[in-house]
């Protein structure tokens, strides 16, 4: 007695009718390994796409120069030096064909008073230079000048939360804050950038470097020239990144009579970028593999949901035996219905999983990133778990002899 494929998926989908809590329970493995693979590998893809816009919002074509050797290892980072000073800076900008613009940075933390407000903000000091290189527009009034960073002249520009912190509704423009007790006039207002890499991008005030090293931190005696804790360097184009970050190196070493290990590291964004991603998608495998683990817990129970429904319907075997069903037709019946309860819960674990990115959408700052390869890959993976670990039950109830199972 053989049956066609059609009738076999009728029967099967009956007989899981038939016990609907034991069937549902029994693809909850199934259903949270789908969801949690799918929804891992979306928040993933959008996290990524987060560290990339966050370290676009930087700048672009950026190169990073820092003083100090870089040290070797998983978190590796330059070793603190005084190596930088604004002469190089100047050099690199005047020497370095690659390089489109150049904007020295050096960062101290002060309370900056206005009236009866005050905050503590990171007070940058840097050049004419800084909106073009680092991507920031002003919003209101005027960046300073070179002239003004000449003549050391006591003009800041706020960042956008800082001006509402320190004026409010308020016109900022003109009007004199106090930082360090040294009274400066703001002469601008930054558009808002809000965080990058954890830090509010808003709350700064920029001021000229020469001012910053001369009245804010003070000169250090032993350099003619102020000294930097960054050399932030926008390339001409993305293909001259690489002749940029070669020259600029070559040209230090010349200035600071290097023979042997630099005192200075020079990195470029992509560079970062490409470590952050590399975590990123180190951690998503990671967590995708510990999610895949419910799969193979979700086809473990299929198997065992299988061989005791195989118990409990022996004497049906027998019967159906005992009237010309074949060996093979028994064990596709029983696979049959492992291979549904399987793709059932695939479906469902779907359907679970973008429900869940839709939530992390609204509630989080990504932006998760659906993915079709991902949805496709978890299903298929559902259907061959239901047909692998169907088989062995299957194999047991077409085994059966058919006097046995009608006697049992």
Aim: hydrophobic residues 45%; contains cysteine.
């Amino acid at each position: 007695m053989s049956i066609d494929l059609t009738e076999n998926i009728s029967m099967s989908v009956r007989a899981l009718s038939a016990n609907k809590l034991r069937s549902v329970l029994t693809m909850l493995g199934i259903i949270i390994g789908n969801a949690s693979v799918i929804a891992i590998v979306a928040v993933g893809q959008g996290a990524q796409k987060f560290a990339v816009g966050q370290f676009e919002s930087l700048g672009s074509n950026l190169l990073f120069v820092v003083p100090g050797v870089e040290q070797k290892g998983p978190l590796s980072s330059a070793a603190p030096s005084n190596s930088l000073v604004l002469a190089d800076a100047e050099a690199i900008a005047r020497e370095v064909p690659a390089v489109a613009g150049v904007a020295p940075q050096k960062t101290e933390r002060f309370r900056v008073i206005q009236a009866n407000r005050d905050t503590q903000v990171n007070v940058t000091g840097t050049t004419p230079q800084y909106p073009t290189v680092r991507n920031a527009a002003v919003a209101r009034g005027h960046f300073f000048s070179q002239l003004e960073l000449q003549q050391k002249h006591r003009v800041a520009v706020l960042g956008s939360e800082t001006a509402r912190t320190l004026f409010g509704g308020q016109d900022p423009i003109g009007k004199k804050i106090r930082i360090h007790n040294l009274s400066f006039r703001v002469i601008g207002v930054m558009a808002e950038k809000g965080s990058s890499l954890g830090i509010n991008q808003d709350e700064v005030v920029f001021v000229p470097i020469t001012v910053m090293a001369d009245q804010l931190t003070g000169q250090d005696n032993s350099h003619t020239s102020p000294t930097l804790q960054a050399i932030a360097v926008s390339a001409q184009s993305p293909e001259t990144m690489s002749a940029a970050q070669y020259q600029i190196t070559n040209l230090l070493r010349l200035r600071h009579h290097i023979k042997d290990e630099n005192d200075f590291t020079v990195r470029s964004q992509q560079d970062i970028l490409q470590t952050a991603n590399s975590i990123t998608e180190m951690l998503v495998i990671l967590m995708a593999v510990t999610a895949a683990i419910s799969l193979l817990v979700g086809g473990i129970g299929i198997m065992n949901i299988m061989l005791v429904s195989v118990t409990e319907r022996t004497h049906e075997i027998g019967l159906r035996k005992a009237i010309g069903a074949t060996c093979t037709d028994v064990m596709i019946q029983f696979t049959t219905e492992a291979v549904i309860l399987a793709l059932a819960g695939g479906s469902f674990g779907i359907l679970l999983g973008v429900g869940g990115i839709l939530i992390i959408v609204v509630l989080t700052p990504l932006e998760a990133i659906l993915s079709p390869t991902a949805m496709i890959l978890a299903f298929v993976v559902s259907g061959a778990i239901g047909l692998g670990f169907g088989v062995v039950p299957a194999r047991t109830a077409a085994r059966l002899e058919p006097i046995v199972a009608l006697r049992s």
